[in-house]
């Protein structure tokens, strides 16, 4: 059995604003395992990232609250200390943030904001010794004349190569878990497929767990062990990355899955889509938080759905949905493919 390194039980989050309280995470359970990488995806706003900053203490304000539990190794995060979190901020989790260029000092050499990050844990590694463990990590993620490249500034990287030096950045201290959010997101598909290469590597020769935020389905089927579904700040869905693919169980995953072009048949004349638009996570609709989007919507969906376990077969796949799982089945098979569409009937 891999070693477990984070449980998270019924996290919830909320933001005090002057139009009413934002419920960002509503109720969140998961687990991470040492070597494992997990998916969150979903749309803009669906709590995907407010999650993962939250493990990191970055949510923290005197307008948030939080309830429930998140444990590293047993340590809890929620009421961890400051100085606390300053000592498990890049040497037990760290972070690769979507947008490079906002996330590095402008001002400061790649190579030093490396080299600060490994002496603020450790204070008797010299400035010598953390920069040439810089230059080593920066070869590792593939930047070449890393040696000359670590005394740039981020401007003059291109946003594939912050991107590598966000890496080599969050690598700096062999972090137990590894959040990368949305990372290939700003970059076209070559440097993309680059990335993904880099946290692949990582995977196969580092016992780190990895939590890959995304809204690309496309990115999920390529590295993900597990996929956690989240919408208007649930989880609706999660499973192994076979079951999410193939048995989805949940119509927001049905349209997620369909809205992504397939390599292996010819494309449809137009890309299919979910109607309608994400919640106001101020006044979210009664019940599953999906029914005014649904076409399948009907009198229980007013009900919260738990999340459970539904399908005999897969214990671990559970879902957030009341309609029954062969009449799930039927529904999501739209011309040959799982989609979401206006239910016939």
Known sequence: MAERLLEVEDLQVSFATEDGVVRAVDGVTFTLDRGEVLAIVGESGSGKSVTSMTLMGLTRG?????????????????????EDLQHIRGAE??????????SLSPVHRIGDQIVEQI?????????????DHAVELMERVGIPHARARARAFPHEFSGGMRQRAMIAMALSLSPSVLIADEP?????VTIQAQILAEVKTLKEHSDSGIIFVTHDLGVVADIADRVIVMYAGRVVEQGTLDEIFYDPQHPYTWGLLGSVTRMDRDPPKRLPSIPGLPPSLIRAPRGCHFRPRCPHEFERCAEVPPLEARVAEAPDHLDRCWLEVED???RREIEGRIGLVRDAA
């Open 328 to 330: 799930k089945r039927t």
């Open 93 to 102: 989790i760290a972070m690769i943030f979507q947008d490079p260029i906002s």
């Open 119 to 131: 002496r603020a844990h450790d204070k008797k590694v010299s400035k010598g010794e953390a920069f």
């Open 184 to 188: 290939t997101t700003a970059l076209d």
């Open 62 to 82: 005197p307008n948030a609250r939080f309830a429930g539990s998140a444990k590293l190794k047993g340590k809890e995060l929620l009421t961890a200390s400051e």
